[in-house]
């Protein structure tokens, strides 16, 4: 792991974790974090449902295993990067909106994705069993990619920014 944690960087006074989890629950969800570095940390930061995952060193693949392992069998999954603070609940109401059906996938597509889905994107419970197989880091793609007849996709004006680097959420503040 990296000297800093991403999910921690400040971001406009606070880490940059907790816009992600705000966004959520304005949305009217209860949102659950997967912890892994400096879990003491980030668990006291976000405020809400947290689990920790002891394999997080081992890529994204199992923190997504880990946290739909948590959830209700039953529900569909909002999966949400941390790196993501200018998500808008607006855009996490819609998707779930469009969650109708079990086999259903809702991605996003921003208006300057050209033609690629951005997050958060929301999965089925029919797809449960897929996304507790997850390792590595390897994240839900796949699964997309594989179901695209079940793929629903909601057109999102503007662009989608998550902070892959340190550098990406320090030049964004200066803004």
Known sequence: MGAVNKMLVDWHGRPMVCWVVDAIQQAGLDPLVVLGHEAELVGAAVGCRTVFNPQFADGMGTSLACGVSASEASSAVLVAHADMP?????VVLQLTKMMLADDDIVVPMYADSEGEFGHPIVIGPAYRTDLLRLDGDVGAKQIIRSNL???????????????????????????
């Open 149 to 175: 007849s079940h793929v629903k996709h909601l057109a999102v004006p503007g662009s989608f920014r998550d902070y892959d680097v340190i550098t990406d959420s320090a030049a964004a503040r200066r803004h």
């Open 86 to 90: 200018e998500l808008q609940p607006l």
